[in-house]
């Protein structure tokens, strides 16, 4: 089977999987683009991405350009003569750039695209309680996760599964098909095709701080699954006022009880063994969850942390 050069672009774990399985491929990997070098928390300790990690311990050149349209950038990736470009969870991509392989550049995206376009298509997925998703490579034009289909695959989403879990599948199976996309078009099988022209496309806009508060007046099972679809990242929230102080509170998971209550929706009922905030149409019961300023931890030890329940209420 041909082999083909490859320069990869990206930047977190998911993008690693899949350059770890094109450079164990028979494909060459001549080259691998991924974000700066940056300093980060308390001791602003210099942090390389997961995907320049793995390129330097596997001598694999790296450029890490502040700018993509840097024309000595450029002409270095010229003189490499790669024969196709792939992205994973990388950033936009000037014209100059994805135009440049004479295959052309082809991107991996978390959904069955046209569903999904956007910086969440896992949390989405899981927020929306669907009962399938996947992944899908097409090829890279001017506009976003819009260019032609070449291979998609589907997975179910698990009952109960959160989307860091469900991030891991998807990241395995998807790193698979990359390799799947490279082997098809060396051997020129792969027929590209045109997104399915849908009136109202699933959006997976990028999640700011603001959209992931719980909003108790919804049902039970939308409450859940919000709070599965934002969990390990970037955690849904709700807040308690203790005493005098307000903080935030994280919840990472739980289980739920559907029951006519009578209650106000959003209301809490604590005590040293019970946990539950009262929605639509039942009973939401925290698991698992992280109090401002304190670890993640389990409902228990959470509960254990507290001695007097009536100075608690949710704000």
């Known amino acids: 089977m041909k082999s083909l050069k490859v320069i990869f672009l990206g930047t977190p774990e998911f993008a690693k999987t899949s350059l770890e399985a ?24 210099i942090n390389q991405s997961p995907v320049k990690v793995f390129a330097v311990e596997n001598n694999l050149p790296v450029f890490q350009p502040e700018k993509l349209r840097n024309p000595e950038f450029l002409e270095e990736l010229r003189k490499l003569d790669a024969d196709v470009f792939v992205v994973v969870a990388f950033r936009m991509m000037p014209k100059v ?4 392989p004479k295959m052309g550049t082809f ?22 309680g669907e009962e399938k998703t996947g992944a899908t490579t ?18 179910p989403v698990l009952e109960n599964e959160n989307a860091g879990h469900l991030h891991d599948r998807l990241m395995e199976m998807g790193s698979k098909l990359v390799v799947k996309t490279l082997d098809g078009l060396a051997e020129n099988s792969i027929t590209e095709r045109p997104q399915p022209q849908v009136e109202h496309p699933k959006n997976a806009y990028k999640i700011f701080k603001e959209d992931t508060r ?14 599965l679809g934002m969990s390990p990242y970037p955690s849904a929230f709700t807040t308690l006022i203790i005493g ?21 929706v959003g209301s809490l009922e604590i005590s040293k063994n019970d946990f539950k905030i009262y929605t639509k149409d039942g009973v939401y019961y925290p698991l698992e969850l992280q109090l401002e300023g304190k670890k993640r931890m389990n409902i228990k030890d959470f509960l254990n942390g507290f001695r007097n329940f009536d100075e608690i209420k949710m704000a």
């Open 107 to 128: 991107n991996l995206h978390a959904s069955l695209l046209p569903d999904y376009r956007g910086a969440a298509p896992i949390n989405y997925a899981v927020i929306n």
């Open 214 to 227: 719980i909003d108790w007046s919804r049902t039970s099972k939308e409450a859940h699954q919000f709070i």
């Open 244 to 264: 005098e102080e307000q903080k935030g509170l994280k919840i990472y998971g739980g289980k739920f009880e559907l029951l006519n209550h009578g209650k106000p």
């Open 97 to 100: 750039l994805f135009e440049m």
């Open 138 to 155: 097409f090829f890279i034009n001017e506009k976003i996760d819009e260019g032609n289909i070449l291979l998609q695959e589907e997975i």
């Open 22 to 45: 094109i450079h164990q491929s028979h494909h060459k990997v001549v080259g691998v683009v991924t974000v700066a070098d940056k300093a980060s928390g308390r001791g602003q300790k």
